[in-house]
């Protein structure tokens, strides 16, 4: 069942690294602490503090236990629903708020390719995030509730 999770996020990272190595980028380039913060940080905990600490973590090993009955599952599935939409949420309000606070500073030239950065690499970031963790979750997790629940089928 881990195969169900890394090869798929093996393949997105693999393709996502051979993107940036062909465009001759500096690894650095796509570092932005700001980002990182916002996206993966802030949107994680939120969606924490949203279903709570215990299920929360459960989410993440339930896909993986072969002892996780239906229930479960289907909590895990809430969970990852809510932590791509939050993880995207969070990345388009981050690149809204650099977007403008880069239209009010036009004067200021040193400040546009900051705010600019934090507008296009949280996106980035989200995609990432949802390719390489919650589609990947949460395709393993539909996998097992529809074998769950199809009748005469073992989980």
Not at 71 to 87: E, M, T, V
Not at 96 to 112: C, E, P, R, W
Request: glycine share 8%; charged share 15%; proline share 6%.
């Amino acid at each position: 069942m881990l195969k169900r999770i890394l090869l798929p996020s093996l393949a997105a990272a693999l393709s996502m690294a051979g993107l940036f190595l062909s465009w001759d980028a500096n690894g650095w380039t796509y570092l932005d602490l700001l980002s990182l913060l916002l996206v993966p940080v802030a949107g994680t905990v939120y969606v924490f503090l949203m279903h709570g600490w215990r299920p929360g973590l459960r989410a993440w090993t339930a896909p993986l236990d072969p002892a996780a009955d239906a229930a479960g599952l289907r909590s895990a599935d809430a969970y990852w629903k809510a932590q791509a939409a939050s993880w995207l949420w969070f990345a388009l309000g981050g690149g809204l708020v650099s977007l403008i606070d880069m239209f009010k500073n036009l004067a200021d030239k040193t400040q546009i390719g900051p705010r600019l950065a934090v507008c296009v690499i949280s996106p980035l970031y989200a995609a990432l995030l949802m390719l390489l963790l919650a589609l990947p979750y949460r395709s393993l997790i539909r996998r097992r509730l529809a074998g769950a629940e199809a009748p005469g089928t073992e989980a």
